[in-house]
């Protein structure tokens, strides 16, 4: 009997000698989920696909009937597919890739919407009908997650935050033992370091990739609140993977390196809402580019830029202004999905 092979994860996204085929993202449909504030959270998708395309191929998936005014605001140099969506989180929707005996295979990880709680029959199906309209082998996975639920180094190690996996909304009657073996085996990883996370404080139940992102082999960026902010349930879920990190070992065995990377002074910057996330650390690491968020506090803004700077030297940082999309609870690496591979023609 022949062993199937191992996955491994295809791309952790920032190494130098990786690239990307193409990017994935996702034009925001519905105005029951967006409101007033649709025509502005186009805007920002659009000022997002629009940077990255000057870099890589970018795929827009867009509904049939809302093609052209997609493809209006995005420019020639993004294609646009019919595709029905749901809403524009494109890295929780769209399949994570891993590697299998030499050829990139589509994780499914079954999105329901962040354990029901958001409209999702039709991004629910993206992963499917993304895979077969690429010709991507699909693996379904054999639990519920998102992309941004978790970060990889590309060397074996995953972090997570226990709240937005183990819950009976996605995995219902699974412990996190039997959810750390299914990722695993699913995923290709070694070693996973869990984190305590946030329950209850916002749709995702704290996505990972808000809160700390590798830039290198155990170097990863920690979101941290801006000096002098009260404490609250974000800022010690930080405290809480500092310490866990601080402590923790990689898959090979290295300790982390923890660069902080603090947050804008909320009193100085553009957007405003209860769902707001001010972090710096959602950003999207492309072929030659970082696409970082611009909050408008121009002290933290460049503070940020420096940091990603030193730590991706060799490429470009970028700053997009995306308010609306903060506002409603996300980021640039959450409005986006890459595809690694040689770059597209």
């Known amino acids: ?82 595709l029905t969506v749901d809403d524009l989180w494109a890295r929780d929707t769209v ?30 199906a993206v992963g499917r009908t993304l895979l077969q309209k690429y010709g991507i082998p699909r693996n379904q996975a054999p639990l519920v997650a998102e992309g941004g639920s978790f970060e990889t180094d590309g060397e074996g190690t995953l972090l997570i935050a226990e709240s937005s996996i183990v ?57 941290r609140a801006h000096p002098g902010t009260p404490p609250d349930s974000w800022s010690r879920s930080a405290d809480q993977a500092k310490s866990v990190l601080s402590k923790a070992t990689d898959a090979r065995g290295r300790r982390f390196e923890i660069i902080d990377l603090p947050q804008p002074d909320l009193d100085r910057i553009t957007g405003r809402g209860d769902d707001f996330v001010a972090t710096y650390a959602n950003i999207y690491v492309a072929n030659g ?12 803004d460049d503070r940020a830029r420096g940091i990603l700077r030193e730590h991706f030297p060799e490429r470009e940082v970028v700053p997009v202004a995306i308010d609306t999309i903060a506002s409603g609870g996300g980021g640039i690496h959450c409005s986006t999905h890459d595809q690694p591979g040689q770059p597209a023609a």
Request: hydrophobic fraction near 40%; avoid cysteine; charged fraction near 30%.
């Open 289 to 300: 580019a970082v696409f970082m968020p611009l909050f408008g506090d121009r002290q933290a």
């Open 1 to 82: 009997m022949t062993e199937s092979p191992r996955p491994t994860p295809a791309s952790a996204g920032w190494e130098p000698s990786g690239s990307h085929t193409r990017t994935f993202m996702a034009w925001p449909a519905l105005d029951a989920i967006w409101e007033e504030d649709l025509r502005s959270v186009r805007e920002d998708i659009a000022r997002i696909a629009r940077a990255v395309g000057e870099y890589e191929a970018v795929v827009m998936m867009a509904r049939p009937e809302q093609v052209d005014a997609a493809r209006r605001a995005v420019g020639s140099q993004v294609e646009v597919i019919p």
């Open 95 to 124: 399949p994570v890739f891993v590697e299998e005996g030499g050829k990139v295979t589509g994780v499914d990880l079954n999105f329901n919407g962040w354990g029901d709680k958001q409209e999702h029959k039709n991004d629910g």
């Open 167 to 223: 819950n009976d909304s996605r995995n219902r009657g699974k412990n996190r033992d039997v959810i750390e073996a299914e990722l695993k085996q699913t995923l290709g990883v070694e070693k996973v370091v869990w984190l305590a996370g946030v329950r209850g404080e916002d749709i995702t139940d704290a996505h990972v990739d808000s809160l700390v992102r590798f830039t290198a082999p155990r170097v990863v960026l920690l979101d």
